[in-house]
């Protein structure tokens, strides 16, 4: 019998199947229990090389193990049958599963019935590597021991990273970016540590920021959660990338050693993002970001770094068992959560606020959620100098009409004091990427109200813009065109989200 016979008898115990890209898994029972490898992966080969070992008292060449390879390959992308396969979460039939990624390859199961263990569930997983196994849940524990273990300033912060927590619990999203910002010593990376430590514990819990698109897509392959640490900021390509991956968009690249072939992922991400600055300055990436501020530690207050993950690993089988709880309440009362308005990322906030009655009154995180969106667009809007330029022009006035080029020189022609020359110096200098720039602030702006339309006027269509300030934003019932607009009022005042909508203080 040659060593491709004997490679393929052996192949026999493995159930072959694939996923939807092609590629070739196989089931395999070890040691009573099912585990799952890619057919190309290290772990897959080492035990075809064992089993024929053990028949044999031999290796096999490398050439029948690759012969044997590219048949069982074939076998599994055209006989076998084609599953999902996830990293840490997946869903089916209306339960939650979360990879423990032990070695017993177990996962926890969650419902509307609660949560269990389950030791054959009907999902299949991929480990990937770096990724650690997380602890058994115990029950009766409480989501409030989280929270000597983070440095946040105000309970709002707290709720909105337990929220950020159900919807990592959550697979395919989408996910809210969690930015953290804070001077040295303000335990941003810590955070970092520990949340992903509770979801999706990793050898390389944290990590410099990719070089391009697809080393953010081999991350985003191979692990749950992400986490980016101490950032400067992000390169507008990256946070594109980062949009996409939040809200589920997919991403391509060529497949290596080939001219045409590409290969595809679509999934969403949790994202946590840490550094002293607020890296996140563009308004889409705003609209889907949950943003912290973190206060410094006081000498006095501090305590090892070890002696922290020593009480943390105590407690974290209970924390644990208490999201899971919350998770398991959630699954029961989605069907029945029903908010005052869908903001951006809909589906999260109406999963979190499911979930967040088992440890807070209804209605505290869809408060606690658009404060927060209310405080990242005056940053937004306070970091982009034609933003902010805009918010002052119509602090005093009801409207103002007129085109790009027009606008351009009245932001040019500002007077010569310290804020005109910081206006000055990210003020564009063609109409046409002045235009981009208020398209962009178009949704921050609209939601302090202020209004911007793009149309056309006469015969000729000039293109026009017509701005207009709604609702409290209107101080005066004048209209001023391009021709009476010289300067930016120094004395108008801010308006629009200052004051939450009616009953947004209040719970539900």
């Known amino acids: 019998m040659s060593s491709t016979d004997v490679l393929f008898n052996v192949a026999t115990a493995a159930r072959l199947f694939h996923a939807s890209d ?68 997946a869903e089916q039939d209306g339960l939650i599963y979360l990879d423990l990624a032990d070695e017993f390859w177990r996962c926890i199961e969650i419902g509307a019935n609660g949560w269990r263990i389950a030791e054959d569930p009907p999902v299949r997983f991929r480990r990937s590597a770096g990724m650690q196994p997380l602890p058994l849940p115990l029950r009766g524990g409480s989501i409030e021991a989280l929270a000597p273990f983070f440095n946040l300033a105000s309970e709002n912060d707290f709720v909105l990273v337990v929220g950020w927590l159900f919807g990592a619990l959550r697979a395919g999203g989408p996910y809210p970016a969690l930015a953290i910002a804070g001077e040295q010593g303000s ?32 991350a985003a392959g191979n692990g749950h ?45 949790p994202i946590i993002l840490n550094g002293i600055e607020e890296v996140i300055t563009r308004p889409d990436l705003a609209d889907r970001a949950i943003l912290l501020m ?41 069907p029945h959560v029903c908010l005052r308005r869908l903001p951006r990322m809909a589906d999260f906030v109406l999963w979190a606020a499911a979930c967040e009655s088992a440890f807070r009154p209804a209605g505290t995180l869809e408060t606690a959620y658009y404060n927060n969106r209310r405080d990242a667009i005056e940053n937004i809007v306070d970091a982009d100098p034609v ?38 110096s990210g003020w564009p200098r063609s109409p046409r990427a002045l235009a981009g720039r208020l398209r962009r602030a178009q949704t921050p702006l609209r ?29 005066h019932n004048t209209v001023s065109t391009v021709s009476t607009v010289s300067r930016v009022s120094d004395h108008g005042d801010r308006a629009g989200l200052s004051h939450p909508p009616p009953g947004a203080e209040q719970a539900l």
């Not at 590219?70 to 396969?85: M, T």
């Not at 990376?189 to 081999?218: G, H, M, Q, Y």
């Not at 606008?407 to 206006?423: C, D, E, H, T």
Request: hydrophobic residues 45%.
């Open 225 to 269: 959660v992400l986490a980016f640490d101490n950032l400067s900021g992000l390169p507008p390509w990256l946070s594109d990338a980062l949009c996409r991956l939040t809200s589920g968009g997919a991403f391509s690249t060529r497949r290596l050693f080939t001219d045409q072939d590409e290969i595809l992922f679509a999934a969403a991400r």
């Open 22 to 89: 092609g590629t070739g898994f196989a089931d395999l029972i070890i040691d009573g229990h099912r585990e799952t490898w890619p057919l190309r992966s290290k772990r897959f080969g080492a035990w075809l090389r064992q089993q024929y070992y053990e028949r044999t008292w031999d290796a096999p060449s490398p050439a029948a193990l690759n012969a044997a390879l590219n048949v069982l390959e074939a076998q599994a992308q055209f006989d076998g049958p084609q599953r999902n396969v996830s990293v840490r979460l």
């Open 447 to 475: 939601a302090l109200g202020i209004e911007i339309v793009f149309g056309r006027e006469g015969r000729l269509g000039t293109r026009t813009i017509r701005i207009t300030a709604m609702g409290e934003n209107r101080t």
């Open 294 to 334: 973190l206060a410094p530690i006081a000498e006095r207050q501090r305590r090892p770094e070890t002696a922290l993950w020593r009480e943390f690993e105590l407690a974290r089988p209970h924390i644990l068992g208490a999201l899971l709880d919350a998770a398991a309440h959630g699954v029961r009362m989605l």
């Open 387 to 424: 933003a902010a330029y805009v918010r002052e022009l119509m602090a005093d006035r009801a409207q103002w009409t007129g085109s790009a080029s027009d606008l351009l020189q009245v932001g040019m022609n500002i007077g010569g004091n310290a804020r005109a020359a910081w206006i000055r």
């Open 187 to 218: 335990a941003k990376t810590v955070l970092s540590k520990l949340l992903r430590a509770l979801i999706d514990p990793n050898v390389a819990p944290v990590r410099a920021l990719p070089r391009d698109e697809r080393e953010l897509f081999i």
